[in-house]
T-cell receptor, first 116, second 116 residues
Framework: EAGVAQSPRYKIIEKRQSVAFWCNPI?????LYWYQQILGQGPKLLIQ????????DSQLPKDRFSAERLKGVDSTLKIQPAKLEDSAVYLC??????????????FGPGTRLTVL | AQTVTQSQPEMSVQEAETVTLSCTYD???????LFWYKQPPSRQMILVIR??????QNATENRFSVNFQKAAKSFSLKISDSQLGDTAMYFC?????????????FGQGTILTVHP
């Protein structure tokens, strides 16, 4: 069974530009997470979706970050405008019944963003 | 709010030997879960082991086992018979139970290098 897919794998942009990341969770997983992992640190949860509704976005910088999960499947995370401190790896994870232990989070390979 | 602390930025071990990674956490929750995740250089985060706080018995998964000291809020990972493929960043993570389950709080990580 396919894992969590993310694209692109790498992205380099200038500050103040916009960028978008895409995530396709494991089929049947209702819950989707976006994490930000700054180099040398542990991931930090940005937003959690349950189907197409937001469960928790308390750590999402809403002045520049936005995320959506249309039809409760794929999700996009957007940054507009980007700042230097947004350089990080953005991880997508999904969980739900149908694979492995219920509620185990399965992670994608991440997108490494570099803001110059 | 929960905090997770990993006090060992880096550890090294010889192949076939045993190594223990430390983790402490702070929470006021009574129902929670603790995890160890492995992140190899490829960046794919993989669940190594999970411990439910209500269980007194320490979790084991093949060569991986934990020492869960609830009163001390300590959760260490022991890797026996270390293999070169165990080289990775290891993260300790916390999740409250109930409706908050799934929102992971990660520690800073420990880089483990296994030497031949």
């Amino acid at each position: 069974e396919a894992g969590v897919a993310q694209s692109p794998r790498y992205k380099i942009i200038e500050k103040r530009q916009s960028v978008a990341f895409w995530c396709n969770p494991i089929s049947g997983h209702a819950t989707l997470y976006w994490y930000q992992q700054i180099l040398g640190q542990g991931p930090k949860l940005l937003i959690q979706f349950q189907n197409n509704g937001v469960v928790d976005d308390s750590q999402l910088p809403k002045d520049r970050f936005s995320a959506e999960r249309l039809k409760g499947v794929d999700s996009t995370l957007k940054i507009q405008p980007a700042k230097l401190e947004d350089s990080a790896v953005y991880l997508c994870a999904s969980s739900g019944p149908g694979q492995g232990t219920y509620n185990e989070q399965f992670f994608g390979p991440g997108t490494r963003l570099t803001v110059l | 709010a929960q905090t997770v602390t990993q006090s060992q930025p880096e550890m090294s071990v010889q192949e076939a030997e045993t190594v223990t990674l430390s983790c402490t956490y702070d929470t006021s929750e009574s129902n929670y879960y603790l995890f160890w995740y492995k992140q190899p250089p490829s960046r794919q985060m993989i669940l190594v082991i999970r411990q439910e706080a209500y269980k007194q018995q320490n979790a084991t998964e093949n060569r991986f086992s934990v020492n869960f000291q609830k009163a001390a809020k300590s959760f260490s990972l022991k890797i026996s018979d270390s293999q070169l493929g165990d080289t990775a960043m290891y993260f300790c993570a916390f999740s409250a139970g109930g409706t908050s389950y799934g929102k992971l709080t990660f520690g800073q990580g420990t880089i483990l290098t296994v030497h031949p």
